[in-house]
T-cell receptor, first 114, second 115 residues
Framework: EPEVTQTPSHQVTQMGQEVILRCVPI?????FYWYRQILGQKVEFLVS????????KSEIFDDQFSVERPDGSNFTLKIRSTKLEDSAMYFC????????????FGPGTRLTVL | QKEVEQDPGPLSVPEGAIVSLNCTYS??????FMWYRQYSRKGPELLMY??SSGNKEDGRFTAQVDKSSKYISLFIRDSQPSDSATYLC???????????????WGLGTSLAVNP
């Protein structure tokens, strides 16, 4: 069964460094999302992407964040200058045109900012 | 008032029990309701998806939406140790101008089914 994949599974970085989190959505899906989950807190929406552009972003998704779909398969989240409070699990999700509300999640990338 | 509220538990039941998990929400415009299961250090996995009010059944799982009370439930019959996980309710926000379909989440209820 097709699934969303994410790399790396765990990323450790120093405060102020740039990180890129990578996702390969399910191949025929057209809606893409990034969410994050700080330990012990709710899953939070970061950004949605459709038709090669951002369709909505949350207030968390400030100028330090960016997303890109560099080719037909990858979907990346870049954090330019990481802060301690960026430490969280980051989940990528995708959904198909036929059922756009059924979002399928990847296993997540655990980001630790030191 | 928080948009989606969910008791985090933990909830511990014996194998074979019927489990009831619940969420409340504040916005009467919400119409799409999901239940996800999340195992430790894994991504959420979609279990049930319901539109508007009513019941939906899939095997041992039943999702119920009561829009008049702004209350959603997930029932698990004949619970198994493999059902031990965190169960999250999620609600799709009303569509914005950009066709966004973001999900708004409950905190998740931790369930342990004991053999």
């Amino acid at each position: 069964e097709p699934e969303v994949t994410q790399t790396p599974s765990h990323q450790v970085t120093q405060m102020g460094q740039e990180v890129i989190l990578r996702c390969v959505p399910i191949s025929n899906h057209l809606y893409f999302y990034w969410y994050r989950q700080i330990l012990g807190q709710k899953v939070e929406f970061l950004v949605s992407f459709y038709n090669n552009e951002i369709s909505e972003k949350s207030e968390i998704f400030d100028d330090q964040f960016s997303v890109e779909r560099p080719d037909g398969s990858n979907f990346t989240l870049k954090i330019r200058s990481t802060k301690l409070e960026d430490s969280a699990m980051y989940f990528c999700a995708s959904s198909p045109l036929s059922s756009p509300d059924t979002q399928y999640f990847g296993p997540g990338t655990r980001l630790t900012v030191l | 008032q928080k948009e989606v509220e969910q008791d985090p538990g933990p909830l511990s039941v014996p194998e074979g029990a019927i489990v009831s998990l619940n969420c409340t929400y504040s916005n009467s415009a919400f119409q799409y309701f999901m239940w996800y299961r999340q195992y430790s250090r894994k991504g959420p996995e979609l279990l049930m998806y319901t539109y508007s009010s009513g019941n939906k059944e899939d095997g041992r799982f039943t999702a119920q939406v009561d829009k008049s009370s702004k209350y959603i439930s997930l029932f698990i019959r004949d619970s198994q140790p493999s059902d031990s996980a965190t169960y999250l309710c999620a609600i799709r926000a009303p569509l914005g101008a950009g066709n966004n379909r973001k999900l708004i989440w409950g905190l998740g209820t931790s369930l342990a089914v004991n053999p």
